[in-house]
């Protein structure tokens, strides 16, 4: 079946430093792959997309590319804040007869140290 | 921006009584789901729905727990006879489209404690 392998956290970097957060996945089919940031308290916002393979999905100086050929869409970002601290997940998505059922990884806890 | 609103934001329960969760999906969307996270765990499927009817759903979504939508703005979760294992946090999302490729907007969820 459909699944996220993430990398396990939790993970703390200095501001400005450079991050990775790796997430691979297993499908049956062609999924989108997401990216979706939980700030403490908070729910799960959509953070990046990418919809087909070599898409990169970016946004507030993250970004993320589809590889097909090595199944994965890792997170990176050149230079975090500690705005940036939070839990990041991984999620792929693939039709199902009416809707789309999300598959999550375990998600990566983010500290960003002043 | 419009956004999926969840209440109550946490609801404390006694093991065996019933509970429901109420969302308030963006109005404009059609397709409804309810996803369970417990504590350090992943965020897990547990049922979508559409056209008023349940369309998918998980190992999970036993007949301890049933939806409804019953009425234009709300889509409620049922928790019958509750467990200490029920306890987490269940958030819900909607989406405007069925299609494979587009997000599901989610609410801030409701943190569940079965005492």
């Known amino acids: 079946g459909d699944s996220v392998t993430q990398m396990e956290g939790p993970v703390t970097l200095s501001e400005e430093a450079f991050l990775t957060i790796n997430c691979t996945y297993t499908a049956t089919g062609y999924p989108s792959l997401f990216w979706y940031v939980q700030y403490p308290g908070e729910g799960l916002q959509l953070l990046l997309k990418a919809t087909k393979a070599d898409d990169k999905g970016s946004n507030k100086g993250f970004e993320a590319t589809y590889r097909k050929e090595t199944t994965s869409f890792h997170l990176e970002k050149g230079s975090v804040q500690v705005s940036d601290s939070a839990v990041y997940f991984c999620?792929?998505?693939?039709?199902?007869?009416?809707?789309?059922?999300?598959?999550f990884g375990t998600g990566t806890s983010l500290t960003v140290i002043p | 921006e419009p956004e999926v609103t969840q209440t109550p934001s946490h609801q404390v329960t006694q093991m065996g009584q019933e509970v429901i969760l109420r969302c308030v999906p963006i109005s404009n969307h059609l397709y409804f789901y309810w996803y369970r996270q417990i504590l350090g765990q992943k965020v897990e499927f547990l049922v979508s729905?559409?056209?008023?009817?349940?369309?998918?759903k998980s190992e999970i979504f036993d007949d301890q727990f049933s939806v409804e939508r019953p009425d234009g703005s709300n889509f409620t979760l049922k928790i019958r006879s509750t467990k200490l294992e029920d306890s987490a946090m269940y958030f819900c999302a909607s989406s405007g489209q069925g299609a494979w490729n587009q997000p599901q907007h989610f609410g801030d969820g409701t943190r569940l404690s079965i005492l």
């Open positions: 729905f559409y056209n008023n009817e349940i369309s998918e």
């Open positions: 999620a792929l998505s693939e039709n199902i007869r009416t809707g789309n059922q999300f598959y």
